[in-house]
């Protein structure tokens, strides 16, 4: 194939998965962090808002299991943005899962931001949710983040869940749903029924003999 000409954002992404593979605690915050934070930064700018980007997305996957501390530092801050922004489907979906991974890694974050662009991204019925595997993923996505929001944003994100009704057309899609946002049952028909022919609080119900014309 083709050799892909490497970018500066992919020379310094390598440069810092060297220096990742030297900590032994990437929980220490001194002048090497920050500058393989930056790196990975840049990197994840360039891999997931650039459709003709040499970076990747592997490479990223890799910083949050090699070094779950530092790979948050490094995306959270941009993520809420990509996740809306990206440039198509797949780098939305990329990004989105990006975040799931960082939610089930053993870091403490403010995930708050991601879940509100996460309900921009299903409000908007953009094309993540059309195929069945990117909306598997979005779900599972949403699923992994819930523990890590607030209560607001986690009501948000389940309402939004909710609102999209692709997620019901599929058995898989659906059951992944119902564990982010339970739908209530449906009423059996003899309640239907019966709930027909209650008239409304301080309506007269409807005689059955017609009156008599005067």
């Known amino acids: 194939s083709r050799r892909e000409k490497p970018t500066t954002a992919l020379v310094a992404s390598h440069a810092a998965a060297l220096a990742v593979r030297a900590f032994r ?44 501390g530092l790979a948050a530092a490094a995306f959270l801050p941009a993520l809420p943005d990509l996740v809306k922004n990206a440039p198509s489907a797949f780098l939305k979906i990329e990004a989105v899962s990006l975040a799931r991974d960082l939610a089930l890694a053993p870091v403490s974050a403010d995930f708050d931001d991601v879940a509100r662009a996460l309900v921009d991204l299903l409000d908007s019925g953009d094309d993540p949710v059309r195929k069945s595997d990117r909306a598997r993923r979005l779900l599972e996505s949403a699923l992994a983040l819930l523990p890590k929001l607030s209560p607001p944003a986690a009501d948000a994100l389940r309402a939004a869940v909710a609102r999209v009704g692709r997620f019901q057309q599929s058995g898989p899609l659906r059951k992944l749903a119902s564990k982010i946002a339970p739908r209530a049952p449906e009423p059996p028909a003899s309640a239907k029924r019966a709930s027909a022919a209650t008239p409304p609080d301080g309506a007269q119900p409807k005689s059955s003999k017609k009156r008599r014309r005067a």
């Open 25 to 68: 605690d990437d929980s220490v915050r001194d002048e090497h962090f920050e500058a393989a934070a930056a790196a990975y930064a840049n990197a994840a700018a360039d891999c997931l808002g650039d459709k003709r980007s040499g970076i990747r997305p592997r490479l990223l996957f890799d910083a949050v299991a090699r070094a779950p």
